[in-house]
């Protein structure tokens, strides 16, 4: 099997396990791209007509903000990059994307989306529960910026994405978190004596 | 037909026409409930275990930041209220769910919802397209609190929500567009002001 499928295959079967006629379907419909960095799939303005899945590399999600980036979002290994309001609504999208590093997808149009849900209905109940997963995570992301400090925000980066913080510069860290790049230094100097402090207090216990 | 179930079906057969034995199944499982204005649906901390589709009322969404409401959204007649990342992944939620007015639902639970999927797989095509218009809503709501002032999302509540402003308190208002109550009131008169001007040189053309 074709590595990229396999992997965008091993993600669905984790949802609901596939045929081999569905598997071959998915082969055969499979589109992937590879961006080296830098590259800006979308930009705020425009109507997207693409969905992503990606297999490797990183993708970052910001707005624009007096010619500031505000990056509200990381997409790696496994995660989708969809903007159901631009692709299905055509409504201009008002983020930007861009990679952080060469990245391949799989990508996905409404046409290739709308063609295996009449070959497999089955696509529905997987892109369903995709769909559910997203708008979860899309809602913790809110929640976030409303309850969590930039501190918790670094924290929970730091917990759930620790790939992130090696893989991207520290302003984008700073910008994720809704901080200038020095409140980033101090959050980390804080956070380093915390845990030299709970190092030695473990010593000397 | 009963009448809640008609919305209902209404609302389901807008994305895909429905079969007389669909309504059927349809009106079978409906459960409507109606709660007092006050009736906290949802508090932080708990797991959601049931999702609403609002026929008549009101619904606010809020965070508890240091004993102040942080509302987010409100819900009205049509529109959906799901926490999925709570319902199907079982984390505790972190937002608050309470009716703005007397507000009559129709109450859906996981069970439910997996019985009126495997008599009709269709049903996972109108949620997959319910799910997709949710995700680009939240998407839609978090670009806002990026890009947008209190002034153009007030602005926006008007334009896209005119019913809101008249249904809730004004300091709800300013909760929603992320002001002081005093702010609000400043952004108001500012909005007539432009208005007047905009009325007397029409009339002097």
Wanted: glycine content about 4%; proline content about 5%; overall charge neutral.
């Amino acid at each position: 099997m074709h590595e990229s499928a396999s992997k965008l295959i091993e993600h669905f079967s984790r949802i609901t396990p596939l045929s081999d006629e569905e598997i071959r379907a998915i082969e055969a419909s499979l589109l992937v791209k590879t961006f080296p960095k830098g590259s800006v799939l979308l930009e705020a303005g425009q109507i997207a007509t693409e969905a992503y899945f990606v297999l490797e590399g990183c993708v970052r999600q910001y707005y624009l903000i007096e010619g500031e980036e505000r990056i509200v979002n990381f997409f790696t290994e496994g995660d989708w990059i969809v903007a159901p309001e631009s692709m299905s609504g055509g409504v201009p999208a008002r983020h930007y994307l861009e990679t952080c590093e060469k990245t391949r997808f799989v990508v996905g149009t409404a046409e290739r989306e709308q063609m295996l849900y009449k070959q497999f209905p089955r696509f529905e109940s997987i892109s369903r529960t995709i769909m559910e997963t997203m708008l979860g995570a899309q809602q913790a992301l809110t929640a976030s910026y409303h309850t969590d400090t930039p501190e918790e925000r670094y924290k929970k980066l730091l917990e759930r994405r620790p790939d992130i913080p090696q893989r991207v510069p520290q302003y984008q860290i700073a910008s994720y978190i809704g901080v200038k790049p020095e409140s980033l230094s101090r959050i980390r100097k804080r956070l380093a004596e915390k845990s030299m402090t709970n190092i030695s207090s473990a010593k000397t216990q």
